[in-house]
C-alpha cells in the first residue's frame, strides 16, 4: 500500500523557520490533492494548507503569508515551509494526499495520511 512519510518537525523559537516534507511512496499511479492539517491538544484537527496537482495553494487565515505549500510532482512530496512561527503553532502536523492507485484492472482515489511530525515552538 501507499506510505506517507513525514519529517521536518522539531523545536524553534517564535519568529523562527520549519520546513516539513511528505513523501509519498508505493505504487501511485497519481497524485491529486495534497495537504497539512495540525492537532494541539485539547483542540480539533484544522486544515493548514492544500495545494492541487495543479498548483493552486489555499491556506488557513491563522497562517496566512507566513507558511507556504509546495509540492514536487516528479518526487512525489509535498512542502511546508513555516516561517514567522508563532507559539499557537505548537501542533502535531500531519499531511495528507488523495491518491489514485491501481487494484487489479481498476483505478481508484483514496486518501491516505503521514505519521505526524511534532513542531513545538516555545521561548
Known amino acids: 500500500q501507499v506510505q506517507l512519510t513525514e519529517s521536518g518537525g522539531g523545536s524553534v523559537q517564535p519568529g523562527g523557520s520549519l520546513r516539513l516534507s511528505c513523501a509519498a511512496g508505493g505504487s501511485i499511479f497519481s497524485v491529486n490533492d495534497m495537504g497539512w492539517y495540525r492537532q494541539a491538544p485539547g483542540k480539533q484537527r484544522e486544515l493548514v494548507a492544500t495545494?492541487?496537482?495543479?498548483?493552486?495553494?489555499k491556506y488557513a487565515d491563522s497562517v496566512k503569508g507566513r507558511f507556504s505549500i509546495s509540492r514536487d510532482n516528479a518526487k512525489n512530496t509535498v512542502y511546508l515551509q513555516m516561517n514567522s512561527l508563532k507559539l499557537v503553532d505548537t501542533a502535531v502536523y500531519y499531511c495528507t494526499a488523495d491518491i489514485r492507485v491501481r487494484i487489479g484492472i481498476d483505478i481508484q482515489s483514496r486518501d491516505y495520511w503521514g505519521q505526524g511530525t511534532q513542531v513545538t515552538v516555545s521561548s
Open positions: 495545494i492541487t496537482s495543479g498548483g493552486s495553494t
